[in-house]
Structures are given as C-alpha cells and as structure tokens.
C-alpha cells in the first residue's frame, strides 16, 4: 500500500513543504487546501482557488486520466512519481514532477488526494546554482532537453537550433516531432526518441540548415530509476567538422595542383576494384607524365615549372567528370581513374588532354604522355594494372621524342590494347 495521510499530517504536509506546491482534493475534485508554493507555481491565491474544481489546472489532454484517478483513487498508489503537465493561470502549460498521497480519514476510509508538484522548467532565482547553470549552459553552442513519456518538452536550455520557431517560453510542451520539423517515427531524430523510452541509449550527427550537431539521447529516470522520458544533449560541432575536412583535405591532396596525392589515389583505386569485382563493370587507369619539365626548370626557373605543373592540373580537372579522380604522384607524374569506364572512352580523355594542352595559348608549350589499362581487359590486380599503363607510358614517351603533338595522338589512339 502507499503512502497515505490522515488530516492532521495534511497540515503538516502544507506547513513543511514550502517549496513544493501543495494541493488537496476531494474525490469529486473540488480543491481543499493550496499552499503558498502552489500559488506561485499556478498563479492562483488561496481565495481564488478553494472551492473550485481542480481540473481548472488541467489540460485537455491530462483530464482524461485525472478524471480516471478520481473514479479509481486507488490508482494513485501504483502510479508512484511521475512527470505530468498543469496549467496556470495565464492558461500556460506548466511541466512538474508529481506525487500523490491518499487522504484518509482515522477509520481509513478515502476522503481525497493530496498532490505534491515541483516544476521541472521554471528557473528560479530561488535556486542560484540553477541560475548560474542555465546562464552558462545559454552561452555555449550547447541545446539540452528533457521530454515526457509523450515525449513532450518539459525543459530546454541553451540557445535552441537554427531557424528554430518560437520563443523558448513557447518551447516547452511541445512535441519532439513539432520542434525538430519531423513528422514520421521513424525518422530520426525521432526515433532515437522511442528508443531511450525503451531504455536505448544512441548518439549520432544531426544537421540542422548550415550546422551539425553532435546529438546524445539517454533514457530519463526519475529517483527509483524509472524511465518517464527522454533526455537529449546537442553539442554544435560545425565548426570541428570543418577543421577535420580541412586537415582530410591537406592530408589527401598536393598542396600545389590541388590533385589527389599518392596515397589517396591508391586508396581509391583499391576500393574501385572492390567495387568493379561485385558490379563487374571496367574501369580505366592513365598515367600521364610532364614532357621536359626539367628543361622548362633550367630554361624558365622552377616557379615557370610549377605553372607548367598547374596546367596540367587544370586540364586533367575539366576533362574528369566528378565520380573521377585524378592525382599527381609528386614531380611531373600524374594519373587519373575513370569509373566506369572502357577502353574507347579513356583514349577519347587522353586525345582530350594532348589537345587541351597542345592548345594552350601560354608558354612554354606543354605535352604529356600517356599510358592506359582497362580492367579487367587488361589486368585483375590493382599492382598489375598499374605496371600494364606504366609501361605503356614509357612507351609512349620514347615516341614522343620523335612525333609531334598531333602524330602522338594518332599514335596514342592506334596503338593495340
């Protein structure tokens, strides 16, 4: 059995429970007694309340199962604590931690309910450590909540998400699924939501307009290590999330051309053989390698070398599409992977290249060769593969020191493969 008063412990309840609101009820629900802590919580005074039905201080959506407790009083012992919601005076709705005692008389018959309420949002200067902790928690890019188990707001700190409508006064009481903008269950982060009523505890990015956040969902117990909702913490990690693309980006591309470094290069080219092994659609490996950029270097300087580098970059860019990836492997080596591609469409890239550079309106005059596989015509292996187009630059570039730019091309484009 659970907790129960007789009348002289009710007033007791009323005198030392100062900063809890205290409100007695008979079992038709008309209001006996109300405590000053009620009168701040509510906004009623005394005068105003006695006498009047407590379902004054309900919300629709709560009266349904007060109206229940009244029928079946002794509800209120197995319902234990429990966060619920009550209106004030102004007809706002009011988040607060509940606790019901039956009220019984020296022969143990039923008279009311006692009902202690503590509110779960106001931030009262009553409690200076909430204070100062609310004050530093809206000054940092940090959002934290609690929700009901219908799953409703009953508290919000910190600045809110971006576009976010609505004064935060306005927040509390609303839905998960109004204050994110998502309307399925199964969207996330709804349905984090779900699970940490289950007891599931989830954490996983979440992108709101131009920011991300760092969401973190846990169960929300109350004393006896019961779930009665949600508690959710958002940490903005827009900013680190640049940072870490920008030290990826330093780390797998040549800070000269802006080209995928060596490394990244095979990294991809492994993965692209993975990826071709299950779909079974070919690929293409060139290999490109700068004519003469010694003699451009002794002639011109090395910073004349470096623009002859970038061109090269430039010109391999506008002729890749964007699922292809060109490199430069350090010196006047450089190579492009062409997904999904054959044979016809690499030699009409490569073609593509001689003539862009041959083209070019700057001095010096830039060429490359070229050397291309095909798999899996050509080669299974990635090292294979890449030893196959590496010869043929070699090839190639021996030719070239006795064609033009033009005769390369028809070489490039007639030679078996």
């Given at each position: 059995?659970?907790?129960?008063?007789?009348?002289?412990?009710?007033?007791?309840?009323?005198?030392?429970?100062?900063?809890?609101?205290?409100?007695?009820?008979?079992?038709?629900?008309?209001?006996?007694?109300?405590?000053?802590?009620?009168?701040?919580?509510?906004?009623?005074?005394?005068?105003?309340?006695?006498?009047?039905?407590?379902?004054?201080?309900?919300?629709?959506?709560?009266?349904?199962?007060?109206?229940?407790?009244?029928?079946?009083?002794?509800?209120?012992?197995?319902?234990?604590?429990?966060?619920?919601?009550?209106?004030?005076?102004?007809?706002?709705?009011?988040?607060?931690?509940?606790?019901?005692?039956?009220?019984?008389?020296?022969?143990?018959?039923?008279?009311?309910?006692?009902?202690?309420?503590?509110?779960?949002?106001?931030?009262?200067?009553?409690?200076?450590?909430?204070?100062?902790?609310?004050?530093?928690?809206?000054?940092?890019?940090?959002?934290?909540?609690?929700?009901?188990?219908?799953?409703?707001?009953?508290?919000?700190?910190?600045?809110?998400?971006?576009?976010?409508?609505?004064?935060?006064?306005?927040?509390?009481?609303?839905?998960?699924?109004?204050?994110?903008?998502?309307?399925?269950?199964?969207?996330?982060?709804?349905?984090?939501?779900?699970?940490?009523?289950?007891?599931?505890?989830?954490?996983?990015?979440?992108?709101?307009?131009?920011?991300?956040?760092?969401?973190?969902?846990?169960?929300?117990?109350?004393?006896?290590?019961?779930?009665?909702?949600?508690?959710?913490?958002?940490?903005?990690?827009?900013?680190?999330?640049?940072?870490?693309?920008?030290?990826?980006?330093?780390?797998?591309?040549?800070?000269?051309?802006?080209?995928?470094t060596y490394r990244e290069f095979f990294d991809c080219l492994e993965r692209e053989f993975l990826r071709a092994a299950r779909t079974q659609r070919p690929f293409a490996l060139l290999l490109l390698d700068l004519d003469d950029l010694k003699g451009i270097n002794d002639r011109l300087g090395h910073l004349a070398g470096n623009r002859a580098l970038k061109r090269v970059a430039r010109v391999?860019?506008?002729?890749?599409?964007?699922?292809?990836?060109?490199?430069?492997?350090?010196?006047?080596?450089?190579?492009?992977?062409?997904?999904?591609?054959?044979?016809?469409?690499?030699?009409?890239?490569?073609?593509?290249?001689?003539?862009?550079?041959?083209?070019?309106?700057?001095?010096?005059?830039?060429?490359?060769?070229?050397?291309?596989?095909?798999?899996?015509?050509?080669?299974?292996?990635?090292?294979?593969?890449?030893?196959?187009?590496?010869?043929?630059?070699?090839?190639?570039?021996?030719?070239?020191?006795?064609?033009s730019p033009s005769q390369l091309v028809e070489s490039d484009l007639s030679r078996p493969r």
């Amino acid at each position: 059995m659970g907790p129960t008063f007789t009348r002289d412990s009710l007033l007791e309840a009323l005198l030392s429970n100062s900063e809890e609101a205290v409100v007695c009820f008979r079992l038709d629900g008309t209001i006996l007694h109300w405590n000053p802590a009620a009168e701040r919580l509510y906004g009623y005074s005394e005068t105003e309340i006695i006498g009047k039905h407590a379902s004054l201080l309900l919300p629709l959506d709560e009266l349904p199962a007060f109206l229940e407790l009244l029928q079946n009083p002794l509800l209120t012992e197995a319902r234990g604590s429990e966060t619920a919601w009550r209106k004030n005076k102004c007809d706002l709705r009011v988040p607060v931690q509940l606790r019901r005692f039956l009220v019984r008389a020296q022969d143990g018959e039923i008279h009311g309910i006692l009902e202690r309420a503590s509110s779960l949002s106001s931030p009262s200067a009553r409690f200076p450590v909430e204070s100062h902790l609310r004050l530093l928690v809206e000054q940092l890019p940090v959002v934290f909540w609690t929700t009901d188990q219908r799953l409703r707001l009953t508290s919000h700190w910190g600045p809110g998400f971006p576009h976010q409508r609505g004064a935060q006064s306005t927040i509390i009481g609303r839905r998960v699924h109004d204050y994110f903008r998502r309307s399925q269950a199964g969207q996330t982060p709804i349905k984090p939501h779900l699970d940490a009523l289950l007891g599931i505890s989830s954490r996983f990015e979440f992108r709101r307009r131009n920011r991300i956040f760092d969401l973190t969902l846990e169960p929300f117990r109350d004393g006896q290590n019961a779930i009665i909702g949600c508690l959710g913490l958002a940490i903005d990690i827009t900013e680190r999330k640049k940072s870490e693309e920008e030290i990826r980006y330093l780390a797998t591309h040549d800070g000269l051309t802006g080209l995928a470094t060596y490394r990244e290069f095979f990294d991809c080219l492994e993965r692209e053989f993975l990826r071709a092994a299950r779909t079974q659609r070919p690929f293409a490996l060139l290999l490109l390698d700068l004519d003469d950029l010694k003699g451009i270097n002794d002639r011109l300087g090395h910073l004349a070398g470096n623009r002859a580098l970038k061109r090269v970059a430039r010109v391999l860019k506008e002729n890749c599409r964007a699922s292809d990836l060109a490199a430069r492997f350090g010196g006047d080596e450089f190579a492009v992977l062409l997904i999904d591609s054959s044979a016809a469409m690499a030699e009409q890239v490569a073609a593509r290249v001689l003539v862009c550079l041959r083209q070019q309106p700057h001095p010096p005059s830039l060429s490359v060769s070229i050397g291309q596989a095909v798999y899996p015509q050509d080669a299974c292996s990635a090292q294979d593969l890449f030893e196959i187009a590496d010869k043929r630059l070699y090839q190639n570039k021996k030719s070239s020191r006795l064609q033009s730019p033009s005769q390369l091309v028809e070489s490039d484009l007639s030679r078996p493969r």
